[in-house]
């Protein structure tokens, strides 16, 4: 077994462990390759694999994290093994990889997830739970009725809508996203790559809400065969308790399983009591839970 630095043509064995690991997530073949490809502007980053006998048993990702405003974060993501190969020291040896990557770049904080059975683990490694990411699922069959739209209201789909609204929406709505590092800045840039080129974006379905002209609210939709992530769904300051998240989260999941998806899956931090409620309306149900999990650095 070894451990070493991911390639692209690794892209369908991560995905395949994932589902094992993380059925939840929703991230295709030929996204994950991008990512593994084509890094993200300005974050650094890199990731690794564990490999027993030419299988993908294990994954961590690790990067300079550019979306907030404390400087100095690294993340390692999702690091996870595959059941059957737990309790041989595959995760310690992701962990160190990880971190020998991050450390030269300065960083003095450092975030990770954890599933809940895995809080020990990283406890021992000197990482501290902080806040808890409650992961639901819906499904899509049969679909959620078509929502009508109060006056002076517009459903848009993405496809229809330049990039830089759409880009000013997400800043505005995610300023006061509940987070342990600090508010997102993510760039134009930065957002282009995670979001409006995301090869699994579906800008079809994606639903913005227009009141009086002025975008005001939207739902992402990013989808890997029959099965979708609500990546964000937001409002303007200016324009919520009007239930316009909601709108847009109906719509894009209606307009979704048309397209044929039939389950979609969508995460929020647990002190997001606004859209815990919208998600609970909409019949979503609680599937698994993760810890962001936090590590100082000397």
């Avoid at 003095?108 to 739970?129: C, K």
């Avoid at 109060?150 to 997400?170: Q, S």
């Avoid at 209606?254 to 919208?278: C, I």
Wanted: with cysteine; charged share 25%; net charge neutral.
């Amino acid at each position: 077994m070894r451990v070493r630095t991911a390639v692209p043509e690794d892209a369908a064995g991560v995905v395949a462990l994932r589902a094992v690991v993380h059925p939840y997530l929703v991230g295709g073949v030929e996204s994950t390759r991008r990512m593994i490809a084509h890094s993200p502007p300005g974050e650094d980053w890199t990731a690794f694999v564990a490999e027993v006998g030419g299988r993908i048993v294990g994954w961590a990702s690790a990067y300079r994290n550019v979306r907030t405003s404390e400087e100095g974060v690294g993340e390692i993501a999702l690091p996870h093994v595959h059941p059957d190969h737990r309790r041989r020291g595959l995760g310690h040896r992701l962990l160190d990889r990880a971190l020998g990557h991050l450390l030269p770049l300065g960083v003095h904080r450092i975030r990770t997830w954890a599933q809940t059975g895995s809080l020990d683990f990283a406890r021992r490694n000197g990482f501290s739970p902080s806040r808890e990411v409650r992961y639901s699922a819906l499904d899509l069959h049969p679909a959620p009725p078509a929502p009508a739209p109060p006056p002076g209201v517009r459903l848009r789909p993405l496809a229809a809508l330049d990039p830089r609204p759409v880009y000013d929406l997400e800043v505005a709505s995610a300023a006061d996203e509940p987070d342990d590092i600090g508010s997102d800045v993510l760039s134009f840039e930065s957002w282009r790559y995670d979001v409006w080129d995301n090869v699994g974006l579906d800008r079809d379905a994606s639903t913005a809400v227009e009141v009086d002209g002025v975008l005001a609210s939207y739902s992402l939709v990013v989808r890997d065969g029959d099965r979708m992530w609500s990546d964000f769904t937001g409002t303007t300051p200016a324009y919520r308790g009007r239930g316009l998240a909601r709108l847009a989260k109906q719509a894009a999941l209606h307009r979704a399983a048309a397209r044929g998806v039939r389950t979609a899956y969508t995460s929020n931090d647990e002190a997001n009591a606004p859209m815990l409620a919208v998600n609970d309306r909409l019949g979503y149900r609680p599937v698994a839970s993760q810890w962001s999990c936090l590590r100082e650095l000397p």
